[in-house]
């Protein structure tokens, strides 16, 4: 009862300091957040995204039932912000404002990091733009046959399976990109059974006949593709 008493003045003070800081903070103070799990987290407070009432200044945010952080500089590659309610806070420290040579560091990686999310997005779209005009030009091919004969029906129904069979082999180009696999998959795949290795999962698959037979037609169609792009090049000079 004696120690209780003793550190009851402690834990009064405690509550008291964090009151105080709570007071202090502004928006666009840096800050860290012990949760009541023990984990922590950084950011700049701001407000919530479409909810401009957090003003500039200096605010009392103690009646506030949650806060919220822009992760942005703390976090290069994670882009938002967090709302965390204040019962899930066990502390919150200001922390000192970023120097100028770490910021210009964090956002140079920031740029590095979206630079790079949009050229990733510019090649799957542009894959998805030469696939979507492979599938145009083999529909437009089989679309000129003949419907009225027989044999052509035959052949439209060829071109047709043929469309089907290279849209499943160009998605697993993907799957299986070149470089990683193709013909000497088959051969290493033998060494190592040799050595007694494992062989993945993703081998087996691809050594699947039907697999490796749409696979190698999808790889051979865009090698073809490729040749010909290189000749209109030569061609235009």
Same mark, same amino acid.
């Given at each position: ?5 003793? %550190? ?12 105080? +800081? ?41 009646? %506030?039932?949650? +806060? ?19 019962? *899930? +806070? ?19 990686? +920031? ?15 542009? #894959? ?14 089989? *679309? ?7 044999? /052509?029906?035959?052949? #439209?129904?060829?071109?047709? =399976? ?10 697993? %180009? ?14 290493? /795949? ?23 037979? %749409? ?13 010909? =792009?290189? =000749? ?6």
């Amino acid at each position: 009862m004696k120690y209780s008493l003793f %550190l009851l003045p402690l834990l009064v003070s405690s509550a008291a300091a964090q009151d105080d +800081i709570w007071k202090t903070l502004s928006k666009g103070d840096r800050v860290a957040v012990t949760f009541r799990s023990g984990n922590s987290i950084q950011g700049q407070l701001t407000s919530k995204p479409a909810d401009p009432r957090l003003p500039e200044g200096t605010l009392d945010v103690s009646q %506030l039932n949650e +806060i919220t952080l822009d992760v942005s500089l703390e976090y290069p590659g994670l882009n938002g912000t967090l709302s965390i309610p204040r019962k *899930e +806070i066990k502390e919150i420290r200001k922390l000192q404002n970023l120097d100028k040579a770490t910021l210009e560091r964090i956002t140079a990686e +920031i740029a590095r990091i979206r630079q790079q999310a949009a050229a990733d997005e510019a090649a799957r779209r542009a #894959g998805e733009n030469e696939k979507d005009a492979a599938l145009k030009k083999a529909r437009a091919d089989a *679309e000129k046959l003949d419907k009225n004969s027989a044999d /052509v029906k035959n052949k #439209g129904a060829a071109a047709v =399976k043929d469309l089907e069979d290279l849209q499943k082999g160009l998605d697993l %180009l993907k799957k299986f990109p070149p470089g990683q696999f193709g013909p000497d998959t088959a051969k290493t /795949v033998a060494d190592k059974a040799l050595r007694k290795q494992p062989v993945t999962a993703a081998e087996s698959e691809f050594l699947d006949q039907e697999t490796y037979r %749409l696979w190698l037609k999808a790889y051979d169609y865009q090698q073809a593709q490729d040749k010909e =792009k290189e =000749k209109e090049k030569s061609d235009g000079k």
